[in-house]
């Protein structure tokens, strides 16, 4: 059993028009709820929850201030390559685009990771495509190693893994592992990645079962949005988050929610996010997963970032560069997508201060993950 098993059970169009018939009594029946179930989570997600956007607003605020206090934590992505065989539509990474491209040596990976650790990071994400011949697993091993001194947290955003692999990056001083499924529509799946390893739909699906099982103790999810129809990608969110937490428990979730952002090919985005709806499905998941991180990077703007801070936020990048190389020198190569977002680490983190919240460059996330019980999902979740 797997979570292939699981969204086996709620075929995409089933899904939609069993969110669109929810009505407002069913969204004041989840909002009443301390745990909810699909149905809940549904309701929530509904065309008839936009009239409750404040009070979701309000109890997602609360629920996060209970379980995770004051506290943001920052990280900073780290590009090591932008190579890519993959051919991924949306992408200005992809294989046919012809951009310069560039694969850091271990002494720039080095020096990227001063750069970041000298503006006050602790937490970083290491990003590549997915480049056998130039970027495979132990070429991603040794970068981790070379810098793990500077850092108390490592995470990955690269290709998906066998779990030997995700038991490499444990043993190199990985601990994070973040990989997106960009759609769970399994035919638009098929339709976004006409060629290269990303086509398995499934190998990618499993890969946070694969790391959890290797002992990675930090898993994030997410769906690219803008691809699929976003209340159908935020259930599927919901649901792959809910079962992680409750097979892989050992294992802190996090789920991020990256909007599509211009990048070099200029594919429009299919299903266009508002921000109104944007605000509804980050207070649904909060509402759905209490305890999970909700990550938000700087593909937002910097006005939006600062008004969602508190509806449930607690991780947030800053000063991120999406090209290999750019922290340290001038960047040369191709940006994976522009960031809308470009203050200073420092500026992020004076907001947040102005917000009343602290910002948090430790691995505050040890001692989280030492509680007795980080996810107390019931069985009737689902
Ligand atoms: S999304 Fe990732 S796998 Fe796809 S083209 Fe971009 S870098 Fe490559």
């Known amino acids: 059993m797997s979570f292939l098993d699981e969204i086996l059970k709620y075929p995409t169009d089933e899904v939609l028009s069993r969110i669109e018939a929810k009505s407002g009594a069913d969204v004041e029946q989840a909002l009443g709820l301390e745990r909810l179930r699909v149905d809940d989570f549904m309701a929530l997600l509904s065309p008839a929850a936009a009239p409750y956007l404040e009070t979701m607003a309000g109890k997602a605020h609360r629920l996060t201030r209970q379980r995770f206090g004051n506290n943001i ?8 390559s932008n190579l890519c065989t993959n051919g991924c539509l949306y992408c200005g990474f992809n294989a046919t685009n012809k951009v310069p491209r560039q694969t850091l040596a271990f002494d720039e990976i080095e020096r990227e990771a001063q750069v970041l650790y000298d503006r006050g990071f602790r937490h970083i994400l290491l990003v590549t495509g997915e480049a056998p011949h130039a970027v495979n697993n132990d070429y991603l091993a040794e970068a981790a190693q070379r810098i793990r001194h500077l850092f108390s947290s490592i995470a990955i955003e ?30 638009l799946y098929a339709d976004m990645h006409p060629f290269g390893r990303k086509r398995d739909y499934s190998f990618r699906l499993l890969a946070p079962e694969r790391g959890g099982a290797a002992g990675l103790r930090r898993i994030g999810i997410g769906a690219l949005l803008g691809l699929g129809h976003f209340r159908v990608e935020s259930f599927y969110t919901g649901l792959h988050a809910l079962y992680l937490s409750r ?4 294992s802190h979730l996090s789920v991020s929610f990256p ?14 996010v508002s921000d109104r709806e944007f605000v509804q499905l980050i207070c649904a998941l909060r509402l759905l997963l209490p305890d999970a991180g909700l990550v938000m990077s700087t593909r937002e703007s910097a006005t939006l970032r600062d008004n969602l801070l508190p509806l449930g936020i607690t991780q947030m990048s800053a000063g991120s560069c999406t090209s290999p ?12 997508f522009n960031i809308d977002d470009d203050r200073s680490a420092a500026e992020v983190e ?3 201060r102005s917000k009343g919240y602290e910002a948090v460059w430790k691995d505050w996330d040890r001692a989280f993950l030492d509680r007795a019980t980080p996810y107390a999902t019931s069985d009737a979740a689902l």
């Open 73 to 80: 934590l920052m990280y900073a992505p780290l590009y090591l």
């Open 158 to 187: 690269v290709y998906p893994m066998e779990e030997s692999g995700y038991r490499q990056m444990v043993e190199a001083g990985v601990d994070g592992l973040t990989i997106y499924q960009e759609t769970y529509d399994r035919t």
């Open 247 to 250: 097979h892989y428990w050992r």
């Open 259 to 272: 909007r599509m952002r211009p990048a070099e090919g200029g594919f429009a985005p299919l299903h266009p």
């Open 325 to 336: 190389g750019g922290y340290a020198g001038p960047e040369e190569s191709t940006r994976q």
């Open 350 to 352: 004076e907001m947040i």
